[in-house]
Nanobody
Framework: QVQLVESGGGLVQAGGSLRLSCAAS????????MGWFRQAPGKEREFVTG????????YYADSVKGRFTISRDNAKNTVYLQMNSLKPEDTAVYYC?????????????????WGPGTQVTVSS
């Protein structure tokens, strides 16, 4: 079993930055691919970014390319999401998730474990 806990969310002005962390406990996730998703009120959960278990491959939604960066520190069992140039439309609850299979990165049902989420609010 794996437990994931996100932190680092909060309120920030447009153009600002936040760094989210996802700490894993229980069975190690160092061999799992990891992803970040977000869900705004009234909208479906959407893929933001993903990283392979060694960190050699990363994937980004078009809406965040060039602004967000995913990274991981397997020694600390932690995944990070650096978010720069934030926009009001980035406002959502952000979730980290672990994926052990080889399915598509951007499909929520492909992920086996989820954190409870952290709120990110970007004011205009």
């Amino acid at each position: 079993q794996v437990q994931l806990v996100e932190s680092g969310g909060g309120l920030v002005q447009a153009g600002g930055s936040l760094r989210l962390s996802c700490a894993a406990s229980g069975r190690t996730v160092s061999s799992s691919a990891m992803g970040w998703f977000r869900q705004a009120p009234g909208k479906e959960r959407e893929f933001v970014t993903g990283i392979s278990w060694l960190g050699g491959r990363t994937y980004y939604a078009d809406s965040v390319k060039g602004r967000f960066t995913i990274s991981r520190d397997n020694a600390k069992n932690t995944v990070y999401l650096q978010m720069n140039s934030l926009k009001p439309e980035d406002t959502a609850v952000y979730y980290c998730a672990a994926k052990t299979g080889a399915g598509p990165w951007n499909v929520p049902r492909e992920y086996d474990y989820w954190g409870p989420g952290t709120q990110v609010t970007v004011s205009s």
